[in-house]
């Protein structure tokens, strides 16, 4: 497992992760494990082999199996969730964005590149 900053999209305005990722239209190997979270529902039909966390359905507790798929993903995708908090420890990430917006992806690529390099990544 890496935990390289491979590449960076970014979209305009306020949207979704979900929906930028789907609008990229990034190409991944069909071997490589994504592991997402609750917000990517509906990754199956892009992507077969991602792994998402299993939702409670209403009025239905999770049975003990499904608690421990989510454990067990939640401690795989812990250092994901580090790697983006390396990101946002820059402050041009992480507050509101005052740049020129046709430079909003180039700061991001820059922010990913320092964190590779702080964190011997490359």
């Known amino acids: 497992m890496t935990l390289s900053i491979l590449s960076v999209v970014v ?3 306020s949207q979704h992760d979900f929906s930028v990722f789907k609008g990229c239209r990034l190409l991944l190997h069909p071997d490589a494990l994504l592991l997402a979270d609750s917000g990517y529902q509906g990754m199956h039909g892009l992507h077969q082999n991602s792994v998402l966390p299993i939702k409670k359905q209403k009025g ?3 049975s003990a199996e499904d608690k421990a798929h989510n454990k067990a993903l939640s401690k795989r995708r812990v ?7 390396r990101c946002k420890i820059f402050r041009i990430v992480k507050d509101v964005y ?3 917006h046709k430079n909003y992806s180039l700061t991001w690529s820059l922010v990913a590149a320092l964190v590779n390099l702080r964190y011997g990544n490359i």
């Open 98 to 100: 005052r740049g020129k």
């Open 11 to 13: 979209g305009k305005g």
């Open 60 to 62: 239905k507790p999770l």
């Open 79 to 85: 250092f994901i969730e580090h790697v983006n908090r």
